[in-house]
């Protein structure tokens, strides 16, 4: 009895291991490393080493979820620098409404999130672009048209940007 319950909990650790690997949500997978965590802890005490058992279930399962979840977090977020003052930043107008609207909605099926970042000129912007600050910057084309002009640093962006049909360009690293 002892033997199968050990064979269908080893059984397990596999199964786990291959729903880690195919989730789509970085925050599944690290529900699914968690409980993969836990039954190899649960394995190791069943074989009487409770030393190594308290190891995973520490180490392997908690600290390290910890540090991924960290990781996953500052990952997936695309900054967007504008200027101070810009209606972008309380979506004051319609079209800056729009805009984030689409850009939302190009970064959800990554599980992305915006951030927006604000400067207080021009210059300010675009140093923060090359610095590494923000991804992608919004400038206003024109006062008339309430259009927007998107430079990004990091082509994926760029690429879903496009998909939604917003006009970017790609700067140079």
């Known amino acids: ?18 729903l880690v690997v195919t989730q789509t949500n970085p925050y599944h997978a690290l529900v699914m490393r968690g409980i993969l965590g836990a039954i190899a ?20 399962t908690m600290l390290s979820i910890t540090l991924y979840a960290i990781a996953v977090r500052s990952s997936l977020s695309m900054r967007l ?3 101070e003052g810009s209606p972008l930043l309380e979506a004051k107008t319609e079209a800056a409404q ?15 999130r915006l951030e927006l970042s604000a400067y207080e000129s021009v210059e300010a ?41 917003l006009s970017s360009e790609v700067l140079a690293p």
Do not use: C, K, W
């Open 41 to 60: 802890a649960l394995i190791y005490a069943l074989f009487g080493a409770a030393d190594v058992a308290l190891t995973e279930a520490l180490v392997g």
């Open 81 to 83: 620098g504008v200027l």
């Open 125 to 165: 912007l675009a140093a923060a672009l090359r610095n590494r600050e923000i991804h992608t910057m919004a400038l206003e084309a024109g006062s008339e048209t309430e259009e927007y002009r998107l430079l990004t640093r990091v082509p994926r962006l760029q690429e879903i940007l496009a998909q939604q049909t």
């Open 1 to 18: 009895m002892e033997e199968t319950l050990l064979l269908v909990i080893a059984l397990l650790l596999p199964l786990t291991a291959a």
């Open 98 to 112: 729009r805009l984030l609207q689409q850009i939302r909605r190009g970064l959800q099926p990554l599980h992305m």
